[in-house]
């Protein structure tokens, strides 16, 4: 992952979740039953794939949305999947799945697998034996797993944000990731264990990186969320590495009336790309000008 | 749901969760490649139905074991729930999905919109807002939502028994299923916000009932994973009413080497019903000579 990001200069990565209105006017036309959307859907994914490559290292991949068109919108994810990987970006299944260790195991296959992901989103709540087959795939060569440590919703505190006698919820989740993935460091020191951190908390950031120091934070909630770059640069270190930014909507709406949509999703990823390196390289003279 | 525990004189449910290995003889032939392994899955649903309607209230069909094999799989589980709809069993889609609200809203149309299961068991980790597009679902027609409070596998204290101010992370679950469940009671003072309850915690049962008085619990960890018929008792009402008990391998593996796999099914489904209608009966029982 460190070499992507190196090599694009930015820890960007396009959150691709379509909908019916979310696709450019072209493909809008095809979109009235599930069959004509998963075909409608893959032809965007394979748009935004085009755009987006070289410009960011990576794609993250919501499975809900295909999901909801049943089999043939799962066929469409796999193929999503398969030219995002064929293009060279990294892949994120942002699938969220969770439960007792031999079903945790089904899913592990089904999406870390060959053929699937690079990476996938798991939910902690099961506890750490539920999170066991996702770190057994590492050694079959995936490449990441992210914990659901801190979601960027409105309402998530009223869980995650749980008083325990030292910390909260989310900071035992913390804990919890960071002893789970220090067996999992790769050659850089970073482990392939990581962290959904969302940029709706910046107070938080800091915290948590301070918890998992060694983490891979992945960044939803940037953009029409509200994050914003400055608030997120905690969970970087001074090289600019730590963390994968995501951004859907500000990349993905522009393309929905533009005349080129392909153009639009790479001016939209490149300006998202800039944003992001701008805010790091700013982090980095403040750091030297303090050092 | 009542009344399909009523009709049929007991609580329970099958849990389907096909492996390979779980194939009835007949089937396993059939079992190389994802291709024939999801029509042999199929097969198998529909042996499971034809074997256990009439005798069980409901089957719970997990789809992780069917997202394996990849779409086919997923085009599998669909007709699953088909079959078992057609054959008048309460389908429970084991599913544990839980996202930001724009995207559970997604997984909520995946499942429970017509074509899907009739309740679909969701985690809680992301907050109230994100259970809130699965409550929707039940003014359309849908008929429940487990969310998961305490479920059966071993390490699931670490994360769900968080010691609080008040009580532990899954007291406050269930305080917040209560509470959401408040607004969809039926008739019958149950609501259709129900909670996963594993039998594997059976010290817990009791407390947990009294945290969510109307919610329906649903009980996985019977038989194999331990839990035994008696420690579950607190989860029912003094009619018998109040939990669907889930048993999943005591169902299935007898069938694998059977000459006649159905009536295996049907035989040791009765079996289960018997078992857990028969505690029932003497808590019944024990209950009346107290009173």
Chains 1, 2 share one sequence.
């Not at 990987?85 to 299944?93: F, Y």
Request: one cysteine or more.
């Amino acid at each position: 992952m460190e070499a992507a990001v190196r090599s694009c200069g930015n820890p960007c990565v396009v959150g691709f979740d379509p909908t019916p209105d979310s696709l450019p006017r072209s493909l809008r036309r095809k979109s009235r039953s599930p069959v004509s959307l998963a075909d409608a859907y893959l032809a965007f994914a394979r748009m935004v794939v085009r755009g987006t490559r070289g410009v960011v290292p990576g794609l993250k991949v919501q499975v809900a949305c295909f999901e909801r068109l049943g089999w043939r919108g799962v066929r469409a994810y796999e193929r999503t999947l398969e030219s995002a990987r064929d293009a060279g970006l990294l892949v994120i299944g942002d699938v969220k799945r969770g439960d007792v260790p031999h079903t945790a195991a089904h899913y592990a296959a089904a999406h870390l697998a060959r053929g699937g992901a690079d990476a996938v989103t798991v939910h902690p709540f099961l506890g750490p034996d539920s999170l066991v087959p996702f770190l057994d795939a590492l050694a079959g060569g995936a490449r990441g797993v992210f914990v659901l440590v801190r979601t960027s919703n409105a309402e998530s505190t009223a869980v995650q944000g749980s008083a325990l006698d030292r910390g909260s919820l989310c900071s035992r989740v913390a804990r919890l990731v960071h002893r789970l993935g220090s067996s999992y460091r790769g050659r850089n020191g970073w482990s392939a264990v990581g962290a959904v951190v969302g940029a709706t908390h910046p107070s938080e950031v800091g915290p948590l990186r301070r918890r998992m120091p060694r983490t891979l934070f992945l960044v939803p909630g940037m953009g029409v969320q509200g994050g914003r770059a400055r608030d997120i640069l905690p969970a970087f270190d001074r090289s600019g590495f730590g963390a994968l930014v995501v951004a859907s909507r500000r990349v993905l709406d522009p393309c929905r009336e533009a005349r080129d949509p392909e153009r639009s999703l790479a001016e939209a990823s490149r300006a998202f790309a800039r944003e992001v390196a701008d805010a790091l390289r700013l982090r980095g003279d403040g750091a030297g000008s303090r050092g």
